[in-house]
């Protein structure tokens, strides 16, 4: 009777192993990617003073006015209280 260390592994079930490894990896990161942060404007914010805060530069507000250019229109200087601007990581 062959031992079970005798015995090859069955290469199909090896390769699903390590696939199933690495989808479960890069589920994993695409979850934390996933993740959007939001800020809820208020009277007297600017997108500077909104960069500061959340993104800890306020110079990266060009960056936080591109991912949110659609909502906030073709003037960046014009941002509504109440507007919901996303945070870009």
């Not at 290469?11 to 192993?17: A, D, L, Q, Y």
């Amino acid at each position: 009777m062959a031992r079970e260390s005798d015995i090859a592994p069955n290469p199909e079930t090896e390769t699903e192993k390590v696939a199933d490894q690495r989808r479960g990896e890069r589920g994993q990161d695409e979850t934390k990617t996933s993740e959007k942060r939001t800020y809820t404007v208020k009277a007297g914010d600017t997108l500077s003073d909104i960069a500061q805060a959340e993104m800890g530069d306020a110079n990266r507000w060009p960056e936080l006015y591109a991912a949110n250019k659609e909502a906030v229109g073709p003037n960046p200087d014009m941002i509504h209280p109440g507007l919901k601007l996303e945070i870009p990581a």
